[in-house]
């Protein structure tokens, strides 16, 4: 297992361009987050889904996001006409379904989105 | 909802001495503190974490600290070592009901260990 797998690592995009990240967590994880992480900041929670089901969606998430996990595999996020203000390090992150390891988050190493 | 609120925002220390990082929060249904370790082009790694049953937990060089009536919790690194520097981050999750630990993460220490 090679931990939390993000793609593409930087992506650099126009504004009003629509981008699509992808996540493919631990594979044994069924629960699995998105995170976004503004420079000197810390993360902050966009979205969770347990399985195929997304279950949580911050006020951050704003109709331009859209987030899928369609098999309860690996995940995607859209951002649809994309503002300079959506510049960011986009996380992913996984957790086992277990109670006992729910809280134990695995980051990968991020899609980091520049909109000139 | 839950506000983490972390200093120093930067910290230097000599090789072989201790750090400190000092975290405070918000809410007091909040239940579990992990530290995270984040490195230049890296996502963040957990390193520690601590519940609120529980006021102390140590694991070799590292430690950390919860005061659940003050509301805060420190990190504690002794011995460090020039690999000990990355930015940490703090954060405080609450069991949501949906299955979920949301976490609201302070914004970062970052510590420099001078060899």
């Known amino acids: 297992d090679t931990g939390v797998s993000q793609d593409p690592r930087h992506k650099i995009t126009k504004r009003g361009q629509n981008v699509t990240f992808r996540c493919d967590p631990i594979?044994?994880?069924?629960?699995l987050y998105w995170y976004r992480q503004t420079l000197g900041q810390g993360p902050e929670f966009l979205t969770y889904?347990?399985?195929?089901?997304?279950?949580?969606k911050s006020r951050l998430l704003s109709d331009r996001f859209s987030a899928e996990r369609p098999k309860g595999s690996f995940s995607t996020l859209e951002i649809q006409r994309t503002e300079q203000g959506d510049s960011a390090m986009y996380l992913c992150?996984?957790?086992?379904?277990?109670?006992?390891?729910?809280?134990?988050?695995?980051f990968g190493a991020g899609s980091r989105l520049t909109v000139l | 909802g839950e506000n983490v609120e972390q200093h120093p925002s930067t910290l230097s220390v000599q090789e072989g001495d201790s750090a400190v990082i000092k975290c405070t929060y918000s809410?007091?249904?909040?239940?579990?503190f992990p530290w995270y370790k984040q490195e230049l082009g890296k996502g963040p790694q957990l390193i520690i974490d601590?519940?609120?049953?529980?006021g102390e937990k140590k694991d070799q060089r590292i430690a950390v600290t919860l005061n659940k009536t003050a509301k805060h919790f420190s990190l504690h690194i002794t011995e460090t070592q020039p690999e000990d520097s990355a930015v940490y981050f703090c954060?405080?999750?609450?069991?949501?009901?949906?299955?979920?630990?949301?976490?609201?993460f302070g914004k970062g220490t970052k510590l420099s260990v001078i060899p």
């Open positions: 992150a996984s957790s086992p379904g277990d109670r006992v390891g729910a809280n134990v988050l695995t």
């Open positions: 809410d007091s249904a909040s239940n579990y």
């Open positions: 889904f347990q399985n195929e089901a997304q279950l949580e």
């Open positions: 601590i519940r609120s049953n529980v």
């Open positions: 954060a405080a999750a609450l069991y949501s009901g949906a299955g979920s630990y949301q976490l609201t």
């Open positions: 594979s044994e994880h069924n629960r």
